[in-house]
Every structure is written in C-alpha cells, then in structure tokens.
C-alpha cells in the first residue's frame, strides 16, 4: 500500500466515527465521463460561462444559456458513479464519514449510496419554472422536444436546473450546514476540487483553523497544496478513494481485534 494511502487510513481511523467530511469537486466525476468545467477538456473551451450560465443571460435569452444546459444535463443522465464516487459512500456505510459537500451537480454521489449529501450549487436532476415555480424531474423533460423546453402548466420557456448560476445566491440552509460540518469535523478529505470557486472553497480553511487535518486527492497540485492541506495524494478518486477504503476496513479490524 502506498505511504500516504496508508497514512490516510490511519488518519480517518483515528479521526473515528463520523467526525470526517469530504469535499468534491468536478474531478470526482472526470471517472464518468463528466469533463471538469476548468481546464483543458473543460466545459467553458466551448461555452463562456460568464454568459451561458449566468441567471442574467438565462432570464434575457434563455434559449441561448440551452444550447450549454442540454449538452450538459445530456453529459449528466448519462453518467454513472465511479468508484470514488462507491468509495465515499463505502465510508460513510462503515461509520468513518459524516457528510459529502459536493460542488457537483450531477447527484453521482446519492446514485453511489451516499445519504448524507450537501449539495453546494444545487443539482440538475430537476427543473424548476421561474414563471409559474413548477417542477420537472429531467427525466420529464429529457429527451428535449424543443430549446428552450416549455412550462405544461404555464407556457413559460423559462424552465431552469434547480441549480445555482453564475450571479445567483448559494442556498443559506446548504451554506450553513457546510459551515457547521467544516467547523466540527476532525479531518477533511478535499477530493476532485480545483479549489478556486468560493465560498465552496473555503470549507477546507475553515476545517483547518478548527483544528482539522486536511488530506487532499487531486491528479495535481491546487492552491490547497501548499498551505492549507497536511498532504496530497496524487491520483484520481478512482484510483485512490477503494485503495484508502480498503485501508480504513483493514485497520477498524484490527483496533476491534
């Protein structure tokens, strides 16, 4: 088992029985095909995000912020969890994870079995009409018939993912909660994030001036790396996150034994 992978079971196992978080980013779903929104591959190469998915740009014009929504919620329905994605909940099963913050939108953790889930930016599995406050599951919508797709109740276009865009609030309930789990946990594991997109970003400061170990999982160095996180393990979630679950099963035996 690699050092570090093994330095993280420990961690987690000492860290005990729910007092672990983890935070997700766009690289926890790379594995499934989901490419991240930075970078080369991303999502914005084709689409600035600053006009496709901005709440003003969708309420002028919203048949122009659907020519991005459908390839994305298509990327999305068609998507499965990987095993980093299993990993996670594998932990929370065994009684080393508290909760999920995800920036993601794309709900590959609830698919995976992971219950306790806070998602940051909202998701896009279902559809919510500015005009009239109907909702749609996508699978309603998906196949899209026409862009944008029309309100059945209204007759409104303005059928937007119950998810945040640019220029929009996070949730307070969902912010809040994210606030209370960084403060009070023992050890956050950042997974896939980029960590440049606040104030998600911010959770793992928060952990750390709380007294919390910070273990990062990441292809790359972020702006974690240097400062905030105790150490990074360099490889994608899933690669790492079965190799550390087996770890943790392999120690939580042997304190029981």
């Known amino acids: 088992m690699d050092d570090n992978i093994k330095r993280a079971a420990e961690d987690i196992v000492e860290a005990g029985n729910k007092k672990v978080v983890a935070l997700?980013?766009?690289?926890?779903s790379v594995d499934s095909g989901i490419?991240?929104?930075?970078?080369?591959?991303?999502?914005?190469e084709e689409f600035d995000p600053e006009v496709y998915a901005h709440i003003v740009t969708f309420k002028q014009d919203p048949a122009k912020s659907w020519k991005m929504l459908k390839d994305l919620i298509g990327l999305i329905t068609r998507a499965e969890p990987n095993a980093g994605h299993f990993g996670l909940a594998e932990l929370e099963k065994i009684g080393f994870l508290s909760c999920i913050i995800t920036q993601n939108i794309d709900g590959l953790?609830?698919?995976?079995?992971?219950?306790?889930?806070?998602?940051?930016h909202g998701n896009n599995r279902w559809l919510v009409c500015l005009?009239?406050?109907?909702?749609?599951?996508?699978?309603?919508v998906f196949p899209l018939k026409e862009v944008p797709p029309i309100c059945d109740k209204c007759g409104g276009n303005?059928?937007?993912p119950d998810a945040v865009f640019f220029g929009e609030m996070i949730p307070p309930e969902n912010l809040?909660?994210?606030?209370r789990e960084a403060v009070n946990c023992k050890l956050m594991l950042a997974v896939g994030t980029s960590a440049v997109v606040y104030p998600a970003a911010g959770m793992p400061e928060i952990a750390k001036r709380n007294g919390a170990k910070i273990i990062e999982i990441n292809p790359e160095k972020t702006p974690l790396t240097s400062s905030i996180s105790d150490y990074i393990i360099e490889g994608s979630a899933?690669?790492?996150m079965p190799e550390i679950?087996?770890?943790?099963?392999?120690?939580s035996k042997q304190k029981i034994n």
């Open 245 to 251: 679950v087996k770890g943790v099963r392999q120690l």
């Open 238 to 240: 899933g690669e790492i």
């Open 158 to 160: 303005k059928l937007k």
């Open 24 to 28: 997700t980013g766009a690289g926890m």
């Open 131 to 140: 005009d009239c406050e109907k909702r749609y599951e996508v699978s309603e």
């Open 109 to 120: 953790h609830q698919r995976a079995g992971s219950r306790e889930v806070i998602e940051f």
């Open 35 to 44: 490419p991240p929104f930075r970078g080369k591959g991303g999502l914005w």
């Open 176 to 179: 809040s909660r994210s606030n």
